[in-house]
């Protein structure tokens, strides 16, 4: 399972590296379009522990939010 979860990723960073440098209207579309449909396919086809640490983070991010500690020591 981590080989196409590579490949996946591999392809999501480079068709937003294409759609961040190109200049073109539709190959941007199609660029984003490639590049959220490969982190789709990524998250499926990543291990469980990686399933769960995507969703542990935004919910410990809530609980250690860290410049809400620096703003009550100001």
């Known amino acids: ?3 196409p979860l590579l ?3 591999a392809i999501a960073f480079s068709a937003i590296y294409l ?3 190109t200049k073109e209207e539709i190959v941007r579309i199609i660029a984003i ?3 959220t449909v490969s982190v789709v396919l990524s998250v499926i086809f990543a291990p469980l522990l990686i399933k769960l640490l995507i ?3 935004p919910l410990l991010y809530e609980k250690l939010n860290f ?3 620096a ?3 100001v």
Request: aromatic share 4%; no cysteine; net charge negative.
């Open 33 to 35: 379009s490639i590049a």
């Open 7 to 9: 490949v996946n990723l």
């Open 19 to 21: 759609a961040l440098y």
């Open 1 to 3: 399972m981590l080989a």
């Open 67 to 69: 410049s809400k500690i």
């Open 55 to 57: 969703i542990a983070i």
């Open 71 to 73: 703003e009550s020591e």
